[in-house]
């Protein structure tokens, strides 16, 4: 099967050296810029690639939602298989472009998009064929658990860790999309799009790690607790599916355990019970063995992740749960207390009562556009 690639960037190169050396597949051109255009087997114009008919699966490594969703339809339409890596574009097109290739009898397929080398979308897609998966949730972003662990095990502040992180290559220069809990608000999107078909669109309940302070780390730590930046996606009692991010404590288990930049993600079937996936979530080699995972998967016929008649849908109707709140002493009151923590000045940290998620999210946002600062993570 020949493969060609868009984007020859780190993930892109990974995927193009795999590639050279996989049984069964052979190196098709890839698709780079004007001024990147350096090798024989670079080309710059999409036409070239859609209009080789010795070209059969195209791998998409760019990032960003446009023109890589035109692309991805320019490919389809001409009849090749697509894989991406590109969790933006699928979290947006996906569906649209999931449909197509199921009516051009192609693949595609975007195992890399969700956990990078960490197989949780090509697990929920063969789980769901015997199995009711009941919710899924774990660390996925890589930067922020860097940042969070470096605050927490080495006492750093927040820019320097961030500063560390990006000089070590784990953050972007523009890492506000891991920071502000996008990116792994979009990989659960897709997690939930696989395990039941139908895709929470609300972005509401999407808490980073921008507020999250040394002192919240000294804080949480003398309790013996840690902080993670978790997605959570399941099914509630009515049928109806959720997802959302937010920090956790957790005083035991795996995922207290996750250090550095790693990931970890588990998912529970009504039969197998929790499965726990642990890896690296990100980098050349991790993402691109993703993607070689994809292209062997076309070779032995696997054509679809997403199900046939999936859906966005804006239902929100999020668990309950318990939350540490560090706040200014005369907000305390808007939060329903349960246990003080700690009191520095003016400054609370409360345990407050159980609280379906989606009513925290609100009240702290509609704090934040008073002008007022509040952290708030869930309490395992």
Known sequence: MKVAVLGYGTVGKGVYEMVRSAPGLECGPVL???????EPFMVTDIEDIVSDGSVDAVVEAMGGVEPAASFAEK?????????????????EKGIELADLAREKGKAFLFSAACGGGVPILHNLSVAVKSDRITGIRGILNGT???????????????????????ALGYAEADPSADLSGMDS??????????????????????EGIYEFT??????????????RLIASGGLNENGSVYAFVEPVIFFDGMEKSVRKNFNCVSYTGERAGLITLFGQGAGRYPTASAVLRDLTGIMDGTLEMMPHGCVRTEERNLPQRRY????????ASRFSATEEWHREADTVWIITDLVPAEEMHDKVRSIRKEGRNVFFASVE
């Open 32 to 38: 780079v810029l004007p001024h990147e255009c350096t």
């Open 75 to 91: 490919v389809i339409r001409s009849g090749k298989h697509f894989v991406t890596s590109n969790k933006a574009m699928v979290a």
């Open 144 to 166: 922020t658990n860097y940042i969070l662990d470096a605050m927490q095990s080495e006492g750093m502040g927040f820019d320097e860790a961030l500063a560390r992180a990006k």
């Open 185 to 206: 608000f979009r990989k659960i999107l897709l997690a939930c799009a696989v395990a039941y078909g139908r895709q929470p669109s609300s972005a509401k309940d999407v």
């Open 214 to 227: 040394a002192k919240d780390a000294q804080v949480i730590n003398g309790r013996g607790g840690a902080v």
């Open 324 to 331: 540490l709140v560090r706040c200014d002493s005369d907000m």
